[in-house]
């Protein structure tokens, strides 16, 4: 998966989660939990959807790795590297 | 609707023990994550101590007192919108005590403006002290204790600390030497925006649960105890209920992580290290409480949603748990709690130890319980006059009557102390496919961290059984 398609799939999941998020003035490098008014169960909810989407398994150690959106492209995409 | 147990199958992706609501929101994701779930409980009515019951044309709610705006966007993503939608503020929440009498909608800004008018705090350091629990984490340390926090920002003033800790101790039984992070975490939840209940009541909610359950095609069977989780080689085989065994290739336990532990699995089934850190979890207080209910003529105007009440001198976590405490919340429910059934009920809370209760011999118990529902009408009197003439219903629960119902270890009516909760997420780790979920550690208590438990839980669950595949 390319970095853009990794990016918009993050975003398509954080608006499945909560239809009202405002991505026009997101920030890539800022927390997301700032802008966006995401909690801990919301990042949960992205792990389980990467999970049944992509059968990725994410530790839970691993999960402040998707802090920023730039993170989280870093850190996927040599997961989905063959996605 | 419950199916009877004749009809399960021989074996299912995963057994849900127990109907709470974090049993029931895991059994509701893994469905409708795609695995064939069962779920066993012991009571003839789902949700466990989300629950009510039916008196002379009263319905009662045993914990339905409040919860944080959290669980709007909590049931909306794991539940429904509809579940969602019948939730509502709790706009009078009432102080009566020696230090102080105020009303409230118990949020940040309108606790920033008593602190500042009434308790004449400055606002730098009232906002000081809100950035600091909001800003707390469950995986943060542990070392100071709550009352450690409030002397920090509130040196001598035992009325703040009171007005501070007396709701969040009724709400999940932490006092002032429990880790300051768990006081934090449901403090912040609550100053968000207040309280809220769910309007139609305990009832409707687990109506609607149950459906949704339905949807997502858990197969469901009541008055059904599990006897025994079956472990083999360090792995969980299934569930023993009524002398039959159902195989599962993971079993979640909504009993309490003591009784899962100890009477389920079996000491045996978990290692030396594990079983001593085990050994050390404590529980929670239990609870006593009042049912009142106001004749269909009779009603009254408001007198506040819910009352924190008590004639101590001062707050003391142990006073509030002695047999005979100076002090008890009033929960008010109105007609517009149940829009269509037009009655007045009135639910008296203490905390209690059950300790104290499970000695007394037949005698001694019916006569503690008379005396409680006694003290408990005399200090109603107060906030309704004439109670006594008004009502034509009454009756008392204790700490035996919550270990009766949901078989928790002595009654615990908020899980355990804050080391529950490592026990409780680690315990898969343990035993592969074991997994715990329900009300520990203080934080994960209350309906809406009964919830939150269950969707973690639920995750936990979904990624053993894919990594097993
Ligand atoms: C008096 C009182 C007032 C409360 N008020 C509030 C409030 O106002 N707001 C709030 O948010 N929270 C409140 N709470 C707390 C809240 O009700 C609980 O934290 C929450 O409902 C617990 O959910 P749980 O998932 O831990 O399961 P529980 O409700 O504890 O249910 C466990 C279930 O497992 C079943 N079970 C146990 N063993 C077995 C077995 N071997 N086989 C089959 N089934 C079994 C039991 O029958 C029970 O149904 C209150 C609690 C009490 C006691």
């Not at chain 2, 929101?25 to 629950?51: D, I």
């Amino acid at each position: 998966m390319t970095r853009d398609a990794i990016r918009d799939l993050i975003l398509e999941i954080i608006e499945d989660i909560d239809e009202d998020a405002d991505f026009d003035t997101l920030e890539a490098d800022k927390p997301l939990r700032d802008q966006l008014d995401l909690d801990s169960m919301d990042f949960l909810d992205i792990v389980m959807e990467l999970r049944k989407r992509h059968k990725l398994q994410i530790p839970e150690e691993d999960y402040p790795e998707l802090a920023t959106l730039d993170s989280c492209v870093n850190y996927l995409e040599p997961l989905l590297a063959d996605a | 609707m419950p199916v009877s147990f004749s009809q399960t199958a021989d074996q299912y992706d995963v057994v849900v023990i127990g109907s709470g609501l974090g049993g029931l929101t895991s059994a509701n994701r893994l469905a409708y994550c795609g695995y064939k779930v069962l779920l066993l409980e012991y009571h003839s009515q789902l949700g466990g101590l989300a629950t009510w019951f039916k008196r002379k044309g009263h319905i009662f709610d045993v914990s339905l007192h409040g919860f944080p705006y959290g669980m709007v966007k909590t049931c909306k993503k794991y539940w429904n919108r509809e579940i969602m939608n019948s939730i509502v503020q709790l706009k009078n929440i009432i102080f009566d005590n020696p230090q102080f009498q105020l009303k409230t909608t118990f949020d940040r800004v309108d606790f920033t403006e008593k602190l500042i008018s009434y308790f004449k705090i400055p606002k730098t350091t009232i906002d000081a002290f809100f950035a600091r629990v909001a800003g707390m984490n469950f995986y943060d340390d542990q070392s100071m204790t709550t009352r450690e926090l409030f002397n920090e920002y509130f040196p001598g003033r035992s009325d703040v600390h009171r007005l501070l800790m007396e709701p969040i101790s009724y709400a999940n039984g932490s006092t002032l030497d429990d880790p300051a992070i768990t006081y934090g975490i449901v403090f912040s939840n609550f100053m968000n925006k207040g309280v809220f209940t769910f309007e139609g009541g305990t009832d409707k909610l687990i109506k609607m649960m149950t459906v949704e359950l339905e949807k997502c095609g858990v197969t469901i069977c009541t008055n059904c105890k599990v006897d025994r989780i079956i472990v083999e080689q360090g792995k969980v085989k299934g569930v023993e209920c009524r002398g039959k065994v159902i195989a599962a290739k993971s079993v979640v336990s909504n009993s309490g992580i003591t009784n899962t532990i100890h009477n389920l699995a079996g000491r045996d089934a978990f290692s030396d290290t594990f079983m001593e850190k085990a050994d050390k979890v404590r529980v929670n207080n239990s609870s006593c409480q009042v049912y009142i209910g106001i004749k269909e003529d009779e009603g009254f105007d408001d007198i506040g949603d819910l009352l924190f009440t008590s004639k101590a001198a001062e707050f003391s976590s142990t006073e509030l748990c002695d047999l005979h405490t100076k002090s008890k919340t009033f929960s008010v429910y109105y007609p517009k709690t149940r829009p269509g059934h037009n009655r007045h009920t009135i639910v008296a809370s203490m905390n209690a130890n059950y300790k104290d209760w499970e000695a007394f011999s037949d005698e001694q118990y019916g006569q503690e319980k008379e005396s409680l529902i006694q003290r408990t009408l005399l200090d109603l009197e107060r906030y309704l006059p004439g109670a006594k003439e008004k009502i034509d219903w009454i009756e008392a629960a204790t700490p035996r009557t919550f270990n009766r119902y949901t078989l928790h270890t002595r009654g615990t009516s908020f899980g355990t102390k804050f080391e529950g909760l490592d026990i409780s997420r680690n315990i898969f780790k343990e035993v592969g496919g074991l997994f715990h979920v329900g009300s520990v550690g203080i934080i994960m208590s209350g309906w809406l961290g009964a919830i939150n438990y269950g969707v973690i839980v639920s995750n936990d669950v979904d990624a053993y059984m894919r990594s097993n595949d």
